[in-house]
Structure formats: C-alpha cells, structure tokens
C-alpha cells in the first residue's frame, strides 16, 4: 500500500507540551490521504462523518457518473485505522454535477447541491438531503433550500456554493453580487418559523475585489473558515478564519490566515473539521488538488539533534569551542534575543553617505521556516518603510544552524529564503538571487545555543536598480 506522504511545511504552526519532566513539543503537519482516497483526478470538498468513520468528498475532472464533471465519492476507515479505496455511490450521483456541501451532525443526513428530479429543482439552485437506510441505501429527501423559492430570487449569475451547518440552521452562500465580478460570502439563517431570513453580506472586512468561496462554520458557530484570492497570502489561493462578533450574524473579526501547514504556496481550500480531524484540499506539489488532513507529530528535540551532531563532529565542536572568539562576537550575541516564538528583524535603515539601505537580517526559530501573521506583518512594516521599494534589488541568502544533517539544513535554508522572497516581491521589490547556504556559513563561531540562533537566519541585500533579466 501506497505510504503516506507527510509535508513538513514551515512546522510549527501550532505547538504544544505535555506535563511532566519528558516535555514533547508537537508540531502539525499536512498529511496526504492514501491514494486509495486521492487519485490522479481532483478531490475536493472533504466532510467527515460524525463518528469519523466516513469521508465523502467531490473527485472532478475524472470520469464519473456524469462524464468528466464531479462527482461524489465515498471512503470507509478500515479496523486497521487505514482507509478503503473509495467508491462511487448510486442515487446520490446524478449525470449532473453532485456535491456535498455539510453533514447534519444528529442524523448524518448530507446536505447536496439539488440536482435531483424528486426535489423538482435540478437547477442547483438549492439544497436536497440525502440520508441512508437501516439497509445502506441512500435516499433523496425533500429540499431544504431554494433560492428561487426561499430567497424570492428569480436570477443569480454563475456558480453558487454553500455550506450548511451541523444543525441545518445556519447558511453561507458564496456567489457573484453581479455578472463578471469575484464571488462574495453571504449569510442566511431559519427564522422562528423556521423560514429562511433574507441573505445578509459578510461586508467589505470579509469580503473582497477577489473571490471568497468554500464557506465552513465552526460547531460552535463562532468561528467561519473560508478560502480566498483576493488577499496577500502565501499562494494563489489560501485559507482564512473570521470570528462571529455579534448575536445578529452581523459583524465579524478581521480574517487570519491559517499560515502553514494549512496554506501552501498554490491552492488551498475547502477545510472541514469535527472533533476526529481536519481536512482540507490543496494542490500543493501537483496540479490537481488531493485531500489532506492535518495531524500532530513530535517535533524532533533540539538536544537529541545536538547529541548526535556532538558524537558525529566531536573534533570539529572541539575547535569550534576555543576561546579566540569571545571579544565582540560575545557582545554581539548578547545584543540579539531571539525568541522562540517568532521571528526578530534587525537593520533596513539608511545609511549615510550611501543610496542602498544597510542589511536586514530576520533571525528564525528552531527549525522554523514560514513566517505566522503576526510575523509577516512585522516584516511588511520594515520593508514598506523603505521609500521606493521599486527602485532596488534585493539578493536573498537563508541560512540554518549547524543540528540536523547538511542536506536537512541546505533544504531549511531555501526554505526560509524563498518564504522572505515571495513577500518581497509582494511589495514590489525586484528579485536577485535567492539561495540558501545551510549550515556553511554560520554567524558566528561557536556550539552553544546563542550562537546557534544567531545561525537561523535570512540576509536581505539591497542594490540600486533593476536585476538583469
């Protein structure tokens, strides 16, 4: 059977630690589901079962029951904890296209794009529930959802995209305000009577130029997860979460971006969770999407990696240990603090009798190599205040500490530089050289671990003018 591939990006999304002595950092990673569930189609739209024994999911552009449009596709979790290979079912698969776009937490019914003849809507237009037999047959139900009908709206322009809540109460709507614009979020709830209310915008915070689509609420209902283009992210398209800031559905937080493991430098969407996992569909390394989860692993320790370094170069460390090197490259090491938690910036000022700003060095956390909001705006703000960011080239150098292998710290270094690049260029900054030296150039001399965070670092070289094409 196919091994799992594990994608080890940026790590340290999210970590945390157990009680006790024997602390054991976790880290998340993207996991790619077996091929049994991933093909060499695209799957989308993952929705786990309420007990977490069942994932259905769209596969598109691949021959289905309605020729090459998308269809939805079923997998079991076996006794040995491993999935089956995934099945088409019948009913719920028209010649049309099919989607599942929820899952009632109480009766495991699956709410669907409405295509079917009993429903007498088949415009996807709506939404049907499909629920499944004593005897494992699934059953088209009554609609729950018309837009025609429900919305008293006779014309929508293009694709809509839905989500329904665990509770069957709660909507999100994406779909085009009008003809020829970018697909924005929209609300709507069951009233008292248990009609449908008029649809309400997300607004201008949610909302943007681009296109939001791929709605998912929280089971507690605060919190909604969507994708989007239409803002700065680490790809074409990323995941991002607001948070519910009113009884009324009316106002909500400024979205976050999910960062990594979750975003990727390509296309990322269509997250689910429950209390047995989060899924999510990205095409990151391909060019069809698959379907990912997201699982906990130890992160590898720090003194684990330095102990087999120390065994493997113990003449080396040796050397590296003399006491030539403790006049200002001591001082220099108790001027930077870097902590664990985020990346420090030092440098990019203007220096005198120069036209170039000097330096900027951002130091990175162990094994870090992606950069958190929270760390992308602190080295937008320093980049942003150069004036004129247009009229310089900048050469990218990453750099890692010396734990780990060579070819483990060469790929750490890349990493980091290219995650420096990609914001860079966002703003406007012409792209030199982007490389990575892992561990061969360190900071400074030394084993301890002062030195050693001053290793983990990106260098931003500024040059007048255009780099050559």
């Known amino acids: 059977m196919t091994k799992k591939i594990t994608v080890l990006l940026g790590l340290m999304l999210s970590a945390f630690f157990v009680n006790g002595q024997d602390q054991e950092e976790k880290i998340l990673v993207a996991e790619k589901m077996i091929d049994g569930v991933n093909s060499a189609c695209e799957e989308l739209r993952p929705i786990l079962s309420e007990d977490g024994t069942t994932i259905y999911f769209v596969r598109n552009l691949c021959e289905n029951r309605g020729g090459f449009g998308q269809s939805i596709w079923m997998s079991k979790k076996l006794s040995n904890g491993e999935w089956s290979r995934a099945v088409l079912p019948e009913v719920i698969n ?97 009233g008292e009577d248990g009609k449908w209310l008029p649809l309400t915008s997300l607004g201008e915070k949610v909302n943007t130029a681009g296109s939001e689509f791929s709605p998912f609420l929280s089971r507690d209902g605060n919190t909604l997860f969507f994708a989007t283009d239409g803002r700065e992210g680490l790809g074409g ?50 060019k069809l999407a698959d379907i990912y989860v997201i699982e906990k692993k130890v992160a590898p320790k720090e003194d684990e990696l330095l102990a087999d370094k120390k065994s493997e170069n113990e003449e080396q460390e040796g050397l590296a240990l003399e006491d030539d090197n403790k006049g200002s490259e001591k001082d220099k090491k108790e001027d930077i ?72 710290n060469q790929r750490l270094s890349e990493k980091r530089a290219k995650t420096i690049s ?27 671990e002062a030195a050693r965070k001053m290793c983990r670092r990106v260098e931003i070289f500024f040059e007048k003018g255009k780099s050559p094409q």
């Open 94 to 190: 028209t010649r049309a296209n099919n989607a599942p776009v929820g899952i009632n937490s109480e009766t495991g019914a699956l709410y669907l794009i409405d295509v079917y003849p009993k429903s007498k809507l088949g415009s996807g237009k709506g939404i049907t529930e499909a629920k499944m037999s004593e005897e494992g047959k699934w059953e088209i139900g009554e609609r729950v959802f018309s837009i025609k009908q429900d919305l008293k709206r006779k014309k929508i322009s293009g694709y809509v995209d839905y989500f329904v809540s665990g509770d069957g109460n709660v909507m999100f709507l994406s779909m085009s305000p009008k003809k020829g614009e970018g697909s924005d979020l929209f609300i709507t709830r069951r």
């Open 237 to 286: 398209v990323d995941l991002y979460k607001t948070v519910r800031l009113s009884e009324n559905w009316d106002e909500w937080s400024e979205p976050e971006n999910l960062g990594e493991p979750y975003n990727s430098s390509g296309f990322d969407a269509y997250y689910f969770e429950n209390p047995h996992g989060q899924l999510f569909s990205s095409n990151r390394g391909a």
């Open 337 to 408: 603090e870097i902590k664990k938690d985020g990346i420090r910036i030092f440098g990019g000022n203007k220096l005198a009798n120069s036209d170039v700003p000097e330096p900027i060095m951002v130091y990175f956390g162990f094994n870090h190599a992606y950069l958190t909001p929270e760390d992308m705006s602190k080295l937008k703000k320093k980049l942003e205040s150069i004036e004129s960011p247009e009229k310089y080239t900048v050469a990218i150098t990453g750099h890692a500490d010396y734990l780990g292998t060579e070819e483990y």
């Open 422 to 448: 990609k914001l860079a260029y966002a703003l406007n900054y012409n792209i030199g050289s982007v490389v990575g030296k892992g561990e061969a150039e360190p900071a400074i001399k030394g084993t301890d």
